[in-house]
């Protein structure tokens, strides 16, 4: 039995796949059939929605959110505070059948997703990009290419399209729209 099954801070609905080595930060929870491959660590107040897989040797910071039926790939590095809409897919390699698909990985092939950075519905992000602090990728976006902090990006392939900083919100009840701390103050 692994140690996570004893404790009382975490909400793991099941039915869900964990592999070994997975560390848990407190509170974190689960949405149903959720797999975790082995070698993850998953920080404090961490909430990953049904039908998400996480692949091995990722990490996730504190205070993200995965919604369903997300995909990451393996040594994919997630921040602090990100939020990933559904069905955001996380690719690793550029040719998969390749016999050195592993060490594309390792060399360039691994997705680094900094603090702050929201990812919108349906989005995929492709091998080796950096999206960078406060970064905002529209939903449905391609993102083939690294992403400036406080960028905002969108389309297939996704451009720039201006600054997170000067997004409003249009229901109106806040002045701009972003960076923002969690409470959305």
């Avoid at 080595?21 to 998953?42: A, C, D, P, Y």
């Avoid at 995909?71 to 997630?78: D, L, Q, R």
Wanted: a negative charge; proline letters at 4%; one cysteine or more.
């Amino acid at each position: 039995m692994d140690e996570w099954q004893e404790r009382k801070d975490l909400t793991i609905r099941q039915p869900c796949a964990i592999y070994t080595n997975v560390q848990f930060g407190i509170g974190v929870s689960t949405g149903h059939f959720v797999l975790i491959r082995e070698n993850v660590e998953i920080g404090d107040d961490v909430s990953i929605g049904s039908y998400t897989e996480i692949g091995p040797y990722v990490k996730i910071g504190a205070g993200t959110r995965i919604h369903s039926q997300c995909f990451v790939s393996e040594y994919t590095e997630i921040g602090k505070n990100v939020w990933l809409g559904p069905g955001v897919k996380i690719a690793n390699v550029w040719h998969p059948l390749c016999p050195k698909a592993k060490q594309c990985i390792w060399r360039d092939g691994a997705i680094r997703i900094e603090d702050g950075v929201i990812i919108g519905m349906g989005a995929i992000i492709g091998p080796g990009v950096v999206i960078g602090k406060d970064a905002f990728v529209g939903m449905g976006s391609l993102v083939l290419d690294s992403v400036e902090s406080g960028a905002v990006v969108y389309g297939n392939p996704a451009r720039v399209k201006g600054r997170r900083c000067d997004l409003e919100c249009k229901t109106g009840l806040l002045g701009s729209w972003g960076p923002y701390d969690v409470e959305g103050k």
